[in-house]
């Protein structure tokens, strides 16, 4: 399994959230296993999506995604902030 953390800075988190939610049951979205999401408690515009696949192959798959990219924009993602980890449990 592998795990991706996405950090990054919305525009507006209450428009962000409805196009985060679309995009959770778009047809590109389906190699994801669970996710989380955390918001800021100091800037409400900071958050982290937690997304859980089952290898590191499907990962990047949704990684590279154009539509990814689109629904990151139409969300308002700050594309400068935007910092993508892979990661492997290890406990």
């Not at 918001?39 to 997304?51: C, L, M, Y």
């Not at 590191?56 to 924009?73: F, G, H, I, K, P």
């Amino acid at each position: 399994m592998t795990t991706v953390l996405v950090h990054h800075r919305v525009a507006d988190y209450n428009a962000w959230k409805p196009e985060f939610d679309r995009a959770m049951k778009a047809e590109w979205s389906k190699g994801i296993r669970s996710h989380r999401v955390w918001r800021g408690q100091d800037d409400g515009n900071i958050v982290i999506v937690e997304t859980t696949f089952d290898s590191r192959q499907t990962a990047d798959a949704m990684v590279n995604n154009s539509a990814l990219r689109e629904a990151m924009r139409q969300g308002g993602v700050v594309e400068s902030s935007v910092r993508i980890d892979f990661l492997d449990e290890v406990e």
